[in-house]
């Protein structure tokens, strides 16, 4: 698993690329009560804005990891946006495939992040 200074975690299972939030970040944020999800076979930018996340505490963005095509969302979330304060790791948003792999090397790993956070 990677992850990325604005608090994402990937990870890549065979070039498809499953997006979530670290525990971190949904600690931040307080209880989600809202999640607008990216359409499936939009095409992302790096640093694209792509999903509106609400809490009680503020409302955020999320940004797209990596340039490349939404191939799935987690329908679930929209549904019930309080998943990703249950289990951040588990409550992912997105699935991507990315034309631009070889950035997922530059990104974080779990030591690195625990270092980026404390």
């Not at 499953?18 to 499936?40: C, K, M, R, S």
């Amino acid at each position: 698993m990677k992850y990325t200074e604005e608090h994402e975690w990937l990870d890549d299972n065979e070039g498809v690329i499953t997006v979530g939030i670290t525990e971190h970040a949904a600690t931040q944020l307080g209880d989600v009560v809202f999640v607008e999800l990216p359409e499936v076979g939009a095409t992302v930018t790096k640093g694209e804005e792509i999903v509106v996340i609400e809490s009680v505490k503020a409302a955020s963005d999320i940004t797209a990891p990596l340039d490349g095509e939404i191939v799935e969302i987690n329908e679930a979330l929209a549904d019930t946006p309080g998943l990703v304060n249950e289990d951040a790791e588990a409550a992912w948003f997105f699935k991507m495939t990315t034309t631009t792999p070889e950035e997922m090397d530059g990104l974080m790993d779990e030591d690195a992040y625990k270092e980026f956070i404390d």
